[in-house]
Nanobody, 121 residues
Framework: QVQLVESGGGLVQPGGSLRLSCAAS????????MGWYRQAPGRQRELVAT???????NYADSVKGRFTISIDNAKNTVYLQMNSLKPEDTAVYYC???????????????WGQGTQVTVSS
């Protein structure tokens, strides 16, 4: 059983910063990609940032230059440093990881429960 547990959300003023964390635990043979998605009320879930096990990163245009994704491979943990936050960044942020639980099993996508980020004065 694989679990992703997020932390670090909250309320912050425009221009402020937050750091999200997501730790993967359980049966993990390998992790191919870890990343963050977000979903605002009335909108579809959208990609925020991803990073592969090789260190290749991908960011949504709306967060480039403000958000930074990083992975601690030893801890199976992905972080999202969010700076210069804007009200439009308000959403539930979900962690996602593409994990191979056992060597003989296929990779699957696993999701965290989500953490609320609210940017408001």
């Amino acid at each position: 059983q694989v679990q992703l547990v997020e932390s670090g959300g909250g309320l912050v003023q425009p221009g402020g910063s937050l750091r999200l964390s997501c730790a993967a635990s359980g049966s993990i043979f390998s992790i191919n990609v870890m990343g963050w998605y977000r979903q605002a009320p009335g909108r579809q879930r959208e990609l925020v940032a991803t990073e592969t096990s090789a260190g290749t990163t991908n960011y949504a245009d709306s967060v480039k230059g403000r958000f930074t994704i990083s992975i601690d491979n030893a801890k199976n943990t992905v972080y999202l440093q969010m700076n210069s936050l804007k009200p439009e960044d308000t959403a539930v942020y979900y962690c996602c990881a593409q994990i191979k639980p056992k060597a003989w099993l296929r990779r699957d996508d696993y999701w965290g429960q989500g953490t609320q980020v609210t940017v408001s004065s």
